[in-house]
């Protein structure tokens, strides 16, 4: 039976077919080796009965055969008799023959001159002279020696003795046939049937059965088999007969007793087995029944633990005292369970370091309250600089400081509830709820009344929040800002009123305002920023994108030529709307889009730039990167490879930065930096002199190019200090060996500036609005110097 059979049975069917089973091999086994064990028994006794068998036949054979020597030399030795057959006295000879044979009842008297040929017969045997010699031929003629002859399928001991008168004029040959009486004889001798052959052809046999007789020569050949497999009445073996060399006997044991004494042991030891196997199914049951019983109860329990009924019953059968152990283990083990159950549900719900809900759990208890029609406000409020703080004053005094806020808040909770206020109207239908859903935001849930409850809850949060945190003699406050989203305006969707809320604080700390209520049409537009991100990530993966690059010229001041083009991207989406390039390039930078998206732009300029150089024209190409581009590990080897793929020269390559990008790992950046300009691209500071850099940092830096931002040139013509700041730092962006480069000149009295303040490159409107390579080929063919 295989195992998946096996399976289906119970398990009580199971016990009692593997003992069932192991019980009958157990008799098989048994069985067979008593079979094998008597089988080898009975035939080494059979062979040694043949062992004995033969030395008895062979001690038989010589000892008739003494006899006949015995009586053939008196023969040969009588006076009278040699006389006659010196003188071939053939009447005298075959007298002496006659009676001699008579005497010692031969069946064959025979007189042989020295040449063998036969002189005088009294045979009883019908044999013509002819087949007579022909076959004492066989018979070598020495002294007296008897041997084995076959004359016309009869069997003959025959004695052969010299007659010497005194040298030998003659040989006496007396034989004695083998007959069916002899070889009865025989048979009662040895107790085995003799069957005499001679060339695969039978002679004689004590055997009656002719069948037998017939597969006795076909088995003469072979070996007889081993009892264990031979369904044949006789083993036999057989030998040479005496000392003849064609003649051979065969004997044969009957196996009939034999195989009537295993037959009947056999169908005793199957008796046996089968009673044994009664008796055995019989207790099988009964053990199967007895483990069955206990497991079921304990099955039962086991059924009852998976359910989530952990309460175990007390056991009230009896049951075996390693099973009832069994039992208490369950009862010990559901108990445990159930503990543990708890601790998990705990850690599910709640965080771990202040106790207050986390986020899962908050948003299920918010969804309830909306189910039962009760109306929210959602407060969510976090601590600015807490990153800072607990830089300063180390993890375990900032956990300190957040169980302390959830300790206060859970005071709040409290006096919120004794407040003589309106908005403890739904106290009895919803309980103040609080989490923590980040490491320095916490999310507040209040029934209220309506929207004008809102004020006086915050203000009474903030009032017991807002009192100094101390952390053994050292007095911490802190900057809390709070964001507002209450059901009634907002929506009863709960994971949105959360998102709403968060929204709202977000935009608290931008502002930097205590507290932010969320406005409509906020949501709508963080819900655009995520499908733009999402549009953002197909635009990159497709190879018909919605993205395409548009350069505008930089003109350089010094010759009035355009040899210089910053690459900008841009994006119109699947509504053919235009993207404004800052927000996507921002929303990339938040989503780990960024790298992916300036590699996309980099395999762009460098592509135009390979088709600019073909068409003739050389263009050095500024390409926009941000900080994550510059500390990625294979940003360098991507640039390398992609100029190389498309014989692009390095120094047509200018690397723009702005100074907070420069300012982010200024270590790691510097270090790129170095390496990108030993590779030969130009690096360039972007929007210089609205960010962090200092003159200090600015000298250190590997820069050959300064771009002054647009905020100091769109007005440049008319504010004298914005020409004071352009012109002093075109100056010092000489004096440190770097071009500079002036962005948003809008009209030429900017332009004529800055080339009063011997800009090297100015860029603008007034030159040209970013257009795609082709419209820029154009324009720049018919493009006049207005210097």
């Known amino acids: 039976m295989n195992t998946k059979a096996n399976t289906r049975l119970s398990f009580k069917a199971q016990i009692t077919w593997l003992l069932t089973s192991l019980i009958l091999l157990t008799v098989i086994f048994l069985t067979a080796s008593n079979w094998f064990r008597f089988a080898d028994y009975a035939e080494s006794q059979i062979e040694r009965q043949m062992y004995f068998a033969q030395n008895v036949l062979n001690q038989t054979l010589k000892s008739q055969e003494q006899v006949l020597i015995t009586t053939a030399s008196v023969l040969a030795s009588d006076f009278g008799f040699k006389q006659a057959v010196a003188t071939k006295d053939k009447k005298t000879v075959e007298s002496v023959l006659l009676n001699q044979g008579k005497r010692i009842n031969a069946d064959l008297m025979l007189i042989l001159d020295l040449e063998g040929k036969l002189s005088t017969t009294s045979s009883s045997l019908s044999f013509t002279s002819d087949v007579i010699e022909k076959n004492i031929t066989k018979l070598p003629f020495r002294e007296v020696h008897a041997q084995i002859l076959s004359i016309e399928n009869k069997v003959f001991q025959v004695i052969v003795v010299p007659v010497k008168a005194p040298r030998i004029i003659a040989y006496t040959v007396i034989g004695f046939e083998f007959k069916q009486t002899a070889l009865l004889q025989l048979k009662e001798l040895i107790a085995f049937d003799v069957t005499l052959v001679q060339n695969n052809k039978l002679l004689g046999s004590t055997i009656a059965n002719e069948a037998v007789k ?235 009344n309506e929207v004008d409850d809102i004020t006086h809850i915050v203000e009474l949060l903030q009032s017991e929040l807002s009192r100094p945190f101390w952390l053994d003699d050292i007095k911490i406050d802190l900057s809390l800002y709070f964001g507002v989203a209450n059901s009634i305006e907002h929506g009863i969707d709960a994971e949105r009123l959360i998102r709403r809320s968060s929204m709202a604080v977000a935009a608290a700390l931008q502002e930097q305002l205590f507290l932010r209520l969320y406005q409509d049409g906020e949501d709508e537009t963080y819900l655009y920023k995520l499908r733009l991100i999402e549009e953002l990530k197909l635009a990159l993966e497709s190879k018909t994108s919605p993205l395409f690059m548009n350069y505008q010229p930089k003109l350089n001041m010094n010759t009035g030529k355009v040899d210089k083009l910053e690459a900008l991207i841009r994006w119109i989406n699947k509504d053919g709307e235009f993207v404004n390039p800052e927000l996507f390039i921002d929303l990339a930078e938040k989503a780990g889009l960024i790298v992916t998206l300036t590699r996309w732009v980099i395999l762009q300029v460098i592509r135009q730039v390979e088709q600019w150089n073909q068409q003739g024209y050389q263009f050095k190409v500024s390409i926009n990167l941000s900080a994550q581009d510059i500390q990625n590990e294979q940003f360098v080897d991507y640039l390398l490879t992609k100029v190389t793929e498309h014989n692009v020269a390095t120094s047509q390559i200018t690397l723009e930065l702005t100074e907070r990008d420069i300012a982010e790992n200024e270590a790691l950046v510097l270090s790129r930096l170095l ?93 040209s609005r970013p257009v795609n390579a082709e419209k820029f080929i154009e324009w720049y063919k018919t493009y006049e110097s207005p210097l």
């Open 214 to 448: 017939s597969q006795l020569l076909v088995e003469q050949e072979q070996q007889s088999p081993s009892l264990l497999f031979t369904r044949s009445d006789y083993f036999n073996k057989t030998l040479n007969f005496a000392s003849s060399s064609d003649v051979q006997v065969i004997l044969s044991a009957s196996l009939a007793q034999i195989q009537s004494d295993f037959n009947r042991l056999i169908y005793a030891m199957l008796i046996v087995a089968f009673i044994v196997i009664v008796i055995a199914f019989t207790f099988s049951r009964l053990l199967s029944r007895s483990l069955s019983t206990p497991l079921t109860v304990l099955m039962e329990v086991t059924k009852k633990i998976g359910n989530g009924e952990l309460a175990v019953p007390k056991l009230t059968n009896r049951l075996p005292a390693e099973f009832n152990e069994l039992y208490q283990g369950f009862s010990v083990m559901g108990a445990a369970i159930e503990n543990r159950e708890q601790a998990i549900t705990y850690q599910a719900e709640h965080d771990i370091l202040t106790g207050l809900y986390n986020r899962y759990k908050f948003l299920s208890a918010v969804e309830k309250y909306f189910k039962n029609n009760i109306k929210l406000a959602l407060i969510t409020f976090n601590i600015k600089g807490f990153k800072a703080l607990n830089d300063t004053i180390g993890l375990t005094n900032g956990d300190l400081i957040l169980q302390e806020i959830a300790a206060r808040v859970r005071v709040y909770i409290e006096k919120l509830s004794q407040a003589p206020h309106k908005v403890t109207a739904q106290k009895s239908r919803a309980e103040t709820i609080i989490a923590r859903t980040k490491d320095n935001e916490f999310l507040v849930a209040v029934a209220i």
């Open 675 to 767: 390496h990108l300009k030993s590779l030969g691209f130009a690096i360039s500071v972007d929007d210089y002199g609205i960010g962090q850099s200092s003159l200090a940092k600015l000298k250190n830096l590997p820069v050959d190019e300064l771009k002054i931002d647009k905020t100091f040139i769109l007005r440049l013509d008319q504010c004298q200090k914005d020409q004071d700041i352009v012109a002093s730092t075109i100056s010092l962006g000489h004096k440190l060996g770097m071009s500079v480069v002036a962005e948003g000149v809008e009209n030429k009295e900017s332009l004529m500036l800055l080339n009063r303040f011997n800009c090297d490159y100015a860029q603008g409107y007034y030159l």
